[in-house]
């Protein structure tokens, strides 16, 4: 323990700090307001980003400091039957961004981690936050497909996770992860002559791919 917080604070994010000092706090106080763990928890996942930190978004955190860290959330939200439902998206979020650092598919799913983090924040300042069910769908989807190339991810109004892969004007191909057995399929795609063809769908996840392939879509 003591290692993975002496890496943070080389790393400059002694932020992290914060989630395993709560070990001595005593989780069952009525003092322990809301306002803390929500604060506690943005602080959590802001931490990699932090202005002035020099993280950059690519250094590799060990192992140990995920699961060391996972331990103790696991064990906070035990602690409190009261728990607020933002420490619960946030529980979320983390069990997110851990099982795609720890993906065999590093490089694209830590960026997708990145990008996660970051709309997390986003929202939590905008008093929003991203769908549970959504998030859970989003992420087994592309540890499922590491052959899929980086897209660009966004927020619906609804909450919804976006993904869209953009390969020039009137081509691409785009999924919303609605949390439903069926996510929604957009794609433009050309054919020729100045021509587009467009679809609009919903499709189960498992074959949500295949069938984009099949109508000339592209996930590079």
Not at 22 to 47: G, P
Not at 59 to 70: G, K, N, V
Request: proline letters at 6%.
């Amino acid at each position: 323990m003591e290692a993975a917080l002496t890496y943070a604070r080389n790393g400059g994010v002694s932020e992290l700090d914060m989630m395993f000092n709560t070990a001595s706090l005593d989780r069952t106080s009525e003092n322990y307001s809301s306002q803390r763990w929500e604060h506690h928890h943005r602080n959590i996942l802001s931490a990699r980003a932090h202005p002035g930190s020099g993280f950059t978004g690519t250094m590799t955190l060990p192992r140990r400091l995920f699961e060391a860290t996972a331990r103790d959330l696991q064990r906070l939200y035990w602690a409190s039957p009261n728990i607020i439902p933002e420490f619960t998206d946030s529980q979320q979020i983390f069990d997110a961004i851990q099982a795609l650092y720890l993906s065999s598919n590093t490089p694209r799913d830590r960026q997708i981690a990145d990008r996660i983090t970051a709309l997390h924040r986003d929202a939590l300042a905008e008093d929003e936050h991203i769908l549970p069910a959504s998030l859970r769908q989003f992420t087994d989807f592309f540890l499922a497909q590491p052959g899929l190339g980086l897209p660009k991810i966004t927020l619906t109004p609804d909450g919804t996770l976006r993904t869209r892969w953009i390969h020039g004007p009137r081509n691409f191909v785009a999924i919303e992860f609605t949390g439903e057995p069926l996510a929604k399929l957009v794609a433009e795609i050309p054919r020729g002559d100045s021509l587009t063809a467009p679809h609009f769908g919903s499709e189960p996840v498992e074959s949500i791919v295949s069938v984009a392939c099949a109508i000339g879509a592209s996930f590079a």
